[in-house]
C-alpha cells in the first residue's frame, strides 16, 4: 500500500502527503475567516444603515485579496 510505506517514498509523494495533509486545514481556515468577514460586514450595514461603508468594505477587501493572490499566483507561476 502506497501510504503505509513511508521509507519508500521519493520526492513526489512527499509533496502530495504534504498537500493531503494541508487542505482540510486550510478549508477549516478559511470558513473561519469568511464567517469573521461575513460578520463585519453585517454589523457594518447594520450600524450604519443607509451608508455604503459594508459595501465599500466588502468591495475593497475583495478587489485586494484577489489582487495580492494574482500577483504571488503570477510570481510562482513565472519562477517555473
Not at 3 to 18: G, I
Not at 36 to 42: A, D, F, L, N, R
Not at 55 to 63: D, G, K, M, W
Amino acid at each position: 500500500d502506497r501510504w503505509t510505506r513511508l521509507e519508500e517514498q521519493d520526492d513526489n509523494d512527499e509533496w502530495l502527503h504534504a498537500v493531503l495533509l494541508a487542505l482540510p486545514a486550510g478549508f477549516a481556515g478559511s470558513l473561519s475567516t469568511v464567517s469573521s468577514m461575513v460578520k463585519e460586514i453585517v454589523s457594518l450595514a447594520e450600524g450604519n444603515p443607509g451608508s455604503m461603508r459594508s459595501i465599500t468594505y466588502a468591495f475593497t477587501t475583495f478587489i485586494s485579496a484577489l489582487a495580492i493572490g494574482l500577483v504571488i499566483y503570477s510570481v510562482v507561476v513565472r519562477i517555473d
